[in-house]
């Protein structure tokens, strides 16, 4: 009866101690998945594996084409144009955008280039400021906020429909502005997020250095 006693205990406490295990493990994992950070991209051709990558290293972003391949991966892409690896960044607590869930976009390794929507001379067109992480907290009328809304996972992948905190109901689009340029990232009109484009997040594997060490650490994640 003792020995019963005594394997009922040690089993009991195995289990509390397995449970506490995946509770951590869980946790970390919930942590994780709020670090918006990687290539943005969807696919032209799954097929043929034809893709548009998000690139804001311009005055004018733009959505870039790539046909993946063994020897052309997400990886390689992001290890060959380390700028089009993104990061997304919680705004300052005072600013406006930060009680309507607004955040900020940019290149991880860049120093500045904030991306904003503009009305100027159509809105949805997009362009880059190099302000740094406060006056891009601070941006005239939340033109830097976005809200990133998760509508699943895809092979493990994040997927987002991205709307504009300043002009909402406008998102980013597969296609470009037919005026302006078929290639621009250009933000159109959807009811809903489950109706707009999805962009897939790519996590890379390589660490990047951080382009702008004046971010505050803790404005280094999405809610």
Not at 182 to 204: M, Q, S
Request: aromatic share 14%; with cysteine; net charge negative.
């Amino acid at each position: 009866m003792r020995n019963l006693k005594r394997n009922f205990v040690i089993y009991a406490s195995a289990l509390l101690l397995t449970s506490f295990l995946m509770g951590c493990e869980k946790d970390d994992s919930a942590s994780d998945s709020k670090s918006i950070e990687g290539l943005l991209y969807y696919f032209t051709d799954e097929e043929n594996q034809g893709i548009r990558v998000v690139d804001i290293d311009a005055s004018t972003p733009f959505r870039r084409s790539f046909i993946l391949s063994d020897d052309n991966t997400l990886e390689d892409i992001a290890l060959e144009r380390d700028y089009l690896v993104l990061k997304v960044y919680r705004p300052s607590t005072v600013s406006p955008m930060a009680s309507r869930k607004g955040l900020l976009l940019k290149s991880k390794v860049i120093e500045n280039n904030w991306l904003y929507v503009t009305n100027n001379p159509f809105i949805g067109l997009t362009g880059t400021s190099d302000d740094g992480w406060w006056e891009a907290s601070e941006f005239s009328n939340d033109a830097t906020g976005f809200v990133f809304h998760k509508t699943g996972v895809i092979n493990g992948e994040d997927e987002f429909a991205i709307e504009s905190l300043a002009y909402p109901g406008r998102y980013f689009s597969h296609n470009g502005h037919a005026i302006q340029g078929a290639n621009l990232l250009y933000l159109e009109e959807y009811d809903d997020p489950d109706d707009a484009p999805k962009f897939r997040l790519y996590r890379t594997d390589s660490n990047f250095q951080e382009g702008n060490p004046n971010v505050p650490r803790d404005a280094y994640f999405a809610w």
